[in-house]
């Protein structure tokens, strides 16, 4: 049986169309197609950091490197169909980057992808919740849910990741088990377990 | 014909059936087994509701100061050049 992405967002064959050719129209010089995809690398670097790695206040931070790493790349790029699972990767990384140089972060950092889940099935670690804070705190609260974000941030990094990435952004398993290294088997496998633990976490809260 | 699954079953298989990826026979066994099953057809419509709410999620527009910030830094990029970064 074939792999079924979300229906709703960009991973329609159309849609994927639509990023090659703004990638091919960017690299050949059209400025409002390389606005688009800018603007296209700074939502998901804003939605991943937010949602994936919880902290709203990492989220410029991250944008501002997907948007000058996307403008660097694609005059570079081969396979504009690969343009998307290369953004995704590039946000990840700048995600982990920025985790990696917080103040008071646990000095054994667990990756996104490993750790965090016990044999059990039961997470071994909660994500701390970067409660609302900052002025853009309310926005994005009323944007995403407070009840579903903090839901999200229950869940153990590994299974956040491939919950959001899968159900949020509507990328398919294959693009899932590209970015975060995994095999698609094991993104079916976290994606159960994670869609059980957050309608269980969304009863709870 | 598919025989009945169990709770036990139909929870391993619950997500490649609501990501359509089961067979006809085994999607009609599950939902028969629902028809039963107040606990299984809870569980299948607790999570529909749950992929729902973060699908609707992430349809939304980012919030406008979001999207300030970024078109002002896409404009900064942009205003500078291509040899500039």
């Known amino acids: ?205 | 014909m598919t025989p009945d699954p169990s709770c036990t079953e139909l929870l391993e298989r619950v997500s490649e059936y609501l990501d359509q990826e089961l067979d006809h026979d085994t999607c009609r066994a599950i939902e028969a087994h629902c028809r039963h099953c107040v606990g299984c057809a809870a569980l299948i419509a607790g999570l529909r509701e749950t992929i729902g709410l973060c699908r609707a999620a992430t349809l939304r527009p980012l919030p406008e100061s979001v999207r300030a910030k970024a078109r002002t830094q896409i404009d900064e990029l942009l205003g500078r050049g291509r040899t500039a970064e």
């Open chain 1, 1 to 205: 049986m074939t792999d079924r992405a979300n229906p709703h967002l960009l991973n329609e064959p159309s849609e994927r169309a639509d990023y090659a050719g703004l990638v091919r129209a960017a690299a050949a010089g059209s400025r409002e197609a390389m606005e688009q995809l800018l603007m296209r690398a700074q939502e998901v670097a804003f939605r991943f950091s937010l949602l994936v790695c919880g902290h709203a206040d990492d989220a410029e931070d991250v944008m501002q490197d997907a948007l000058l790493k996307t403008y660097r790349y694609v005059d570079r790029i081969r396979d504009p169909d690969a343009f998307r699972t290369w953004l995704y990767r590039t946000v990840r990384n700048a995600c982990l980057m920025k985790r990696r140089r917080r103040v008071g972060e646990p000095a054994a950092l667990v990756s996104l992808e490993q750790g965090g889940v016990a044999d059990s099935g039961e997470p071994t670690a909660i994500d701390v919740v970067d409660s609302a804070k900052g002025p853009d705190d309310l926005a994005i609260n009323d944007w995403i849910g407070e009840r579903l974000r903090n839901a999200l941030m229950r869940l153990t990094p590994s299974l956040r990741v491939v919950v959001v990435l899968r159900e949020m952004e509507g990328l398919s398993t294959r693009e899932v088990a590209e970015i975060t290294g995994i095999s698609e088997a094991n993104v079916k496998t976290r994606l159960h377990r994670a869609r059980v633990l957050l309608r269980q976490q969304l009863e709870d809260l």
